[in-house]
C-alpha cells in the first residue's frame, strides 16, 4: 500500500525567510510525487509534481521540491517565503505502476507566513 | 484555467436520508475521481470513473455509495442513508489521460456535507 507522511501539522515563517515543508512516502516501485495547496475554501490546486529526470523540480509561485530516493523523500522548498503563501499544502503519491492509479495524500501542513 | 465545480457547496442532511453531490468535470477530461476529508484529517480516495464505469474504489466506497455520469458533462456522488461518519468536504477531480499517471489532478471546490 502507498502512504505519505506529512510531519509537520504547522510551519510558522517570517517573510523573506526561506521555507521547507517535509514529506515523506512510501511506494511499491517507483514514485509519481505531487504537491499540492489549499487555500481557504478552495480546492486544491496543482503546485508541482516530480515523475522523472532531475531531483529538483520547480513549480508554480517560485516553489521547489527535491526528490530524494534514499531518503523517500521529496520536501517542498521556497527561497523566500511571501505572506500570500499562507495556506495548506498537501504532498501525494502515486505508484508508477500496479496498485491502481489513485493518488494518495498526506494529512497536510499547515505553512503560517508572518510579517 | 479551467476548473472544475461543484454544487452546492454546503449540504446539510438528516441521519439516513439521501444525498447527491453534484461535480461538473472540465469538458475534455476523461477520468473523474472522488475523494473526500473530514476535518483535521487527510484527503481520502474514494472512487475513480472512466469510460462509464468504475475504475477503482475505497474501502470507504461501500454500497451505501454510487457514483454516475448521467449526461456527459456532470458527475454525481449519491449517498444513499446517510451516516454521522460522512460528515466531510467531498472534493470532484478530474484529469485528462487515464493512462498517464504522471497527469495532474484538478480539483473543484468541494461541498461540505454535514449530517445530522
Known amino acids: 500500500a502507498q502512504s505519505v507522511a506529512q510531519p509537520e501539522d504547522q510551519v510558522n515563517v517570517a517573510e523573506g525567510n526561506p521555507l521547507t515543508v517535509k514529506c515523506t512516502y512510501s511506494?511499491?516501485?517507483?514514485?509519481?510525487l505531487f504537491w499540492y495547496v489549499q487555500y481557504p475554501n478552495r480546492g486544491l490546486q496543482f503546485l508541482l509534481k516530480?515523475?522523472?529526470?532531475?531531483?529538483l523540480v520547480k513549480g508554480s509561485y517560485g516553489f521547489e521540491a527535491e526528490f530524494n530516493k534514499s531518503q523517500t523523500s521529496f520536501h517542498l522548498k521556497k527561497p523566500s517565503a511571501l505572506v500570500s503563501d499562507s495556506a495548506l499544502y498537501f504532498c501525494?503519491?502515486?505508484?508508477?505502476?500496479?496498485?491502481?492509479?489513485?493518488?494518495?495524500f498526506g494529512t497536510g501542513t499547515q505553512l503560517k507566513v508572518e510579517l | 484555467e479551467p476548473e472544475v465545480t461543484q454544487t452546492p457547496s454546503h449540504q446539510v442532511t438528516q441521519m439516513g436520508q439521501e444525498v447527491i453531490l453534484r461535480c461538473v468535470p472540465i469538458?475534455?477530461?476523461?477520468?473523474f475521481y472522488w475523494y473526500r476529508q473530514i476535518l483535521g484529517q487527510k484527503v481520502e480516495f474514494l472512487v475513480s470513473?472512466?469510460?462509464?464505469?468504475?475504475?477503482?474504489k475505497s474501502e470507504i466506497f461501500d454500497d451505501q455509495f454510487s457514483v454516475e455520469r448521467p449526461d456527459g458533462s456532470n458527475f454525481t456522488l449519491k449517498i444513499r442513508s446517510t451516516k454521522l461518519e460522512d460528515s466531510a468536504m467531498y472534493f470532484c477531480?478530474?484529469?485528462?489521460?487515464?493512462?498517464?499517471?504522471?497527469?495532474?489532478?484538478?480539483f473543484g471546490s468541494g461541498t461540505q456535507l454535514s449530517v445530522l
Open positions: 516530480y515523475i522523472t529526470g532531475d531531483n
Open positions: 501525494a503519491v502515486r505508484a508508477d505502476s500496479g496498485g491502481g492509479n489513485k493518488l494518495t
Open positions: 477531480a478530474s484529469s485528462e489521460d487515464r493512462a498517464a499517471r504522471g497527469e495532474k489532478l484538478f
Open positions: 511506494v511499491s516501485g517507483n514514485p509519481y
Open positions: 470513473f472512466y469510460n462509464n464505469e468504475i475504475s477503482e
Open positions: 469538458s475534455n477530461h476523461l477520468y
